[in-house]
């Protein structure tokens, strides 16, 4: 099944539709013959991962287009092994090092050395160094980051690294400094309307700007969510009006009845309900952060204006923390109690108010 | 007499050890024993007189002795529960009569009283227990410095069972026997598989029972009864298994009172008869350990070279409040300078946590029957696993929201003080911050019997790119398919599918 975000992808820098000035820069970049280590950061659905594929493109041709899916085994020093999927042309190999967990650092160590080590075999024509792609470089551990720290200086000849993070605060100085960093900004809300209306186009489908707009809004500045969210709205109903129904995401519907939920009774027993729908998003791969801003957005809806203040202030606490800690479970749950307490005081008082 | 037969038995394998202070005992055991006593009790008396007359510090001549005199001799004095001895007992009379080679494994925590249990039962029904002792493997190295191997492990083991099991004494024309197994060869621990070949060859060839021994640890990897008696290995050659507990107190208080009449009688020129008190405190502190608990009251009750009480050196913990305590049936006392640590398993610890009692002092001040330092001692070395208990349980135990609020926000401290793995520190305090405000949070707690869960699995499973009909080589993985694809994907395949 080919989707219309990865039929439309643009595969060429010079072809982008937004950031336009940036993607001549980076074109710029690599037609001299070396370029630096790169860290890409902005938030999901804003075009890193395109903007990168446009770039190997320009390096290598379309040979990094042909791609191969490989299972790589690594030892950890405790002497157990490690299954990490790759995903490889002959040019390029991209890794998501937080898929084993704690263990990334020996990930990161052997595979940029097994990378490192293996020279091309047509070097005429050819870039000298080969390319290692790092995703959400921000959610590995500290010694995972140092140790990419030592493995960067030490392979800079034969191997070029390009991270990909969302945000670089949780990304250590030693590593932003050693890597050109590269902010890709969320599309504005008109650019996805644009791009919405170009791939509709080439459908040869025609959207109403109404609904255009409306995709972009419900999609959150997630360009990648707002075309999966209008292919789904011309499945659902074609041709399109401007006040069709967008469908939401799943994940989305579960936290707003986990919010419902929080809101109908402050007492222990509906916290363990909670927290089995807490499991149960957490389980099925929905990343702890999302969860907690879905749920402030939800619950702060209720509060009144002094009262939302203090919740804000209070998830801000918890959401650093989780993001600190090990189980985000126990960070959610936190604020979750927190926020019971806080809500059931309320509700008290404007009763005694009312009487 | 005896000694030439000593001699004589040489020409035999050498690492066949007939168990010198067990012959003896095989006879009718209240003679030997009366006639033992005066042997333990002179040369002690003897060694005295030759020292200076002032000083008459105590000598125990024979090591093996001084423990050796409190062993049970019959089978109403082992403080092993009747049920367990019973078990044994119809397994050691049934095999010894028929030549099989059947298989009887005993596990127990350490110091229960599996190899006592055997051994007096052995007597009672006149079996010879033959020993396996590893022996140390390799020579003294050659001139040139080399070590000379000796026979694998596994051949000699088996070599050494199969003899003992098919080939009555010389010394006497006692046909049952029985061949005991308590020291385990490494070899099998490091490759099991050698053991199963050895059990193999003993099933079909040896013509005696056969007993494993196993001391069990709450720690599994050192567990050599799980190691190598996996339940398929139980099956195969149809292993009876019998378990032992560890020793309750009422029962070791009346094994402890035999050691207290056999001291009274015949040592007192050794050791202080032992109170009531005295008894009580080793039992406490011994933790269900016979052993120990015999140690420990040899130590309690020896006459110091002085010929002081050794009362001194025990320390009744919180002697201030015992009174007001063993009224409740309680008694906290125990050695601070003797004993094992108690042992408390998980389980456990989480009760104590989640259901706090609280005793005035006399004072009037109010306590936890277990502090909270006392908690976290038991498990420093596995606070995560243990906070991770105690998060999955708390919550039941709690009826006010603003009492969980403040119980899951110190959960949350803990996690974040834990996830810092590197400081020692940063993991008892993270440990501590959990179990005392978890302790302290819950002001009216809701009394009913919760069973304990154990920490949820949280291992993700993300899609495969296959469920949501995308290509397998697709640009994204994990996370982003989640939150961005899963939806779309299926309304949009179910509806090109169909």
Redesign the interface.
Known sequence: MSLWVDKHRPRDLMKLDFHTDQAVRLKSLVQQSDFPHLLVYGPSGAGKKTRIMCLLRELYGSGVERLRQETMTFTTPSNKKVEIMTVSSNYHIEVNPTDVGIHDRVVIMDLVKTVAQTHQIDSSGQREFKVVILNEVDDLTKDAQHALRRTMEKYVATCRLILIANSISRVIPAIRSRCLTIRVPAPTETEIASVLKLVCRKESLNIPPELAIRLAKAADRNLRRALLMCEACKVQQYPFTADQKIPEPDWQLFIRETAALILSEQTPKKLGEVRQKLYELIIHGVPPDMIFGGLLKELVRNCDMSMKCQVASHAATYEHRMRLGNKAIFHIEAFVAKFMAIYKKFVEESMGDAF | MTNNLKKEKKWFKPMFDFDDEEKPAKKSKKETHSQKVPEDIEPVESEVLDLKAGQKPIIIKDHQHWLKTFEPVKVEDLAVHNKKVQEVEEWVKTVCNNNNSDMLLMTGPVGCGKTITLRVLATKYNVRITEWITPVDIDIPSEYGEFEFKQRQSVRFLDFILNAANFTSLLDDNNRKLVLVEDFPNTFLRTPSEFTEVLQQYRQRAKSPIVFICSETHTDNKNSAANIFTPSLKEQFKIHHITFNSVAPTNLKAALKRVDSIISRKHTAVYNCPTADVIECVVNSSAGDVRSAVLNLHFACLKGGSRQNMDTSIVPGKESKSKGVRKKKQTSSKFMSLGKDQTVSILHGVGRVLNPKVIETETGSKKFTHSPEDIIEQFISQP?SFV?FL?ENY??H?????H??K???A??????M??EWREKMCQEYGLYTAVASLMLANKAPISAWNPVRGP?N??????SAREL??E??????????????????K???N??GT
């Open positions: 995560i991770n998060e919550l039941p709690f009826s006010n929201i603003d969980v609020d119980a899951a926000s959960i949350s401290d803990a996690d974040f834990l996830a949820k949280m291992k993700i499973q993300y899609p009909f995308l397998e080589n697709h640009l994204y993985k994990g996370k982003i398919l989640v939150s961005d694809y899963q939806t779309y994907c309304i949009i395949g509806k090109t």
